[in-house]
């Protein structure tokens, strides 16, 4: 419970009221989704098992803010922040080929 001050000044009067009062702006409220998700991935789409506001990448456990949520395996059931995580899971080689390659 949030204990209010009286306003009056009388109980701390070097101090202003809404110091007192612990007034919260609007940003210092914490997301009513904060913390991680649980999603059950599917063919183009996901679905909100555990509601948050991020999810990990199976690779490098980078969090991937919901809504940017571009990469994930339906079968693995696991998201992947880019296109290079992806590749790194399903073809574990495949950045030391292509360095290979180059030389």
């Not at 997301?31 to 063919?43: N, R, T, V």
């Not at 969090?63 to 590749?87: C, G, T």
Request: charged content about 30%; aromatic content about 6%.
């Amino acid at each position: 419970m949030l204990g209010l001050a009286s306003g009056r000044g009388d109980s701390h009067p070097d101090k202003p009221a809404a110091l007192e009062a612990g007034v919260l702006n609007r940003s210092d409220r914490p997301s009513p989704m904060a913390g991680e998700a649980e999603l059950k991935y599917l063919d183009g789409d996901f679905r909100v098992v555990r509601p948050g506001a991020f999810v990990r990448c199976a690779v490098t456990g980078v969090p991937i803010p919901l809504e940017e949520l571009k990469y994930w395996s339906v079968d693995l059931q696991e998201p992947y922040v880019s296109p290079e995580a992806v590749l790194q899971r399903h073809v574990p080689n495949a950045k030391r080929r292509t360095e290979e390659k180059a030389r």
